[in-house]
């Protein structure tokens, strides 16, 4: 299959493509090398036929107001632009290169973690997500799951990183929105209908967490004979598995305490009145009941979680 970039392309006379990453319905990724800062970063190339079908401006716009968030704890969006290449024009945005692993590729190789690993990414991308959500104006990611939560490996300990705001918006652009982005199973209940709040990230984000403590979601869904492009009846199969109470964390993994169950638990509460309303607040109950190990390089190497698989 012929790719848009080829080795070797520079693109603006600023970036030199590495490899092809990968692509998804929008377009195609790259590693790229910054001519002038000698670094490594990810390029995402928009097709023709997205930005026809797409509201271009508000996506670079979205894009902008993402390449404000500077944290640890969130790949950095550095460029929005575009070049011409064969007579196309072509749109991308590049962000920074997070070399390991994502959560969701290390739930393949270890199905759950122990607690102090779950702990340490799942707060590290709470704190990225509080960055967002105190931005002015707010920023809602929409789509976490655990594909877009990245693990670096190059410190004394994995570092988790909140990626691919890929279909985040502001919140002066929620009314626009429908919920029908991301990925399903994560969705807050209040997501299908219209409705996208601080509080329905934190109920993802919990999902998250709860499938890295047990390896399992809070609730079992069957598909099968389900067309999953027709969101109405998603929305009935899902609400419908989810009027059954999760299990606590700590059925499946005993050594989960009492105060992370009630923690994890609030946070995937259906009723968005029950559960924690911020990233911040979440973060807050997390610091004043769970202490977060401060773990050796022996560890994370005995775990396995310093070199990348």
């Given at each position: 299959m012929k790719h848009v970039l080829s080795k070797g392309m520079v693109i603006n006379d600023t970036y030199k493509v590495d490899f092809f990453i990968g692509e998804g319905a929008f377009g195609e990724v790259y590693r790229v090398k910054h001519k002038y800062f000698d670094d490594y970063q990810v390029m995402k190339v928009f097709k023709p036929e997205y930005t026809q079908n797409t509201d271009l401006k508000e996506v670079m716009i979205e894009a902008q107001i993402l390449a404000q968030l500077t944290h640890p704890n969130v790949v950095r969006v550095f460029e929005v632009n575009q070049f011409k290449h064969l007579g196309s024009e072509y749109h991308f945005l590049t962000m920074s290169?997070?070399?390991?692993?994502?959560?969701?590729?290390?739930?393949?190789?270890?199905?759950?973690?122990?607690?102090?690993?779950?702990?340490?990414?799942?707060?590290?991308v709470l704190r990225g997500l509080k960055v967002a959500h105190d931005h002015i104006p707010m920023i809602l990611h929409r789509d976490i799951n655990p594909d877009n939560i990245l693990l670096s490996y190059d410190g004394p300990k994995p570092t988790g990183l909140l990626g691919d705001f890929g279909i985040a918006r502001s919140q002066d652009q929620i009314n626009k929105l429908v919920g029908a982005g991301g990925r399903y199973l994560y969705f807050a209940p209040e997501c299908f209908w219209d409705c996208y709040l601080p509080a329905s990230d934190v109920f993802s984000f919990g999902i998250v967490f709860y499938k890295a403590l047990t390896g399992m979601s809070p609730w079992e869904y069957d598909f099968d004979g389900y067309d999953t492009s027709d969101v109405d009846k998603v929305r009935i199969m899902i609400n419908?598995?989810?009027?059954?109470a999760p299990s606590p964390p700590s059925q499946y993994n005993p050594t989960v305490d009492d105060k992370l169950d009630a923690i994890v638990l609030k946070s995937i509460e259906k009723d968005m009145e029950k559960r924690y309303r911020t990233a911040s607040e979440l973060l807050s109950e997390i610091d004043s009941g769970i202490k977060i190990m401060d773990l050796t390089s022996a560890y994370w190497m005995d775990q396995d979680l310093l070199t990348t698989p």
């Open positions: 290169f997070v070399s390991g692993e994502s959560l969701s590729q290390l739930l393949m190789r270890k199905m759950q973690l122990d607690v102090p690993t779950a702990t340490s990414i799942m707060v590290d419908s598995a989810r009027k059954k």
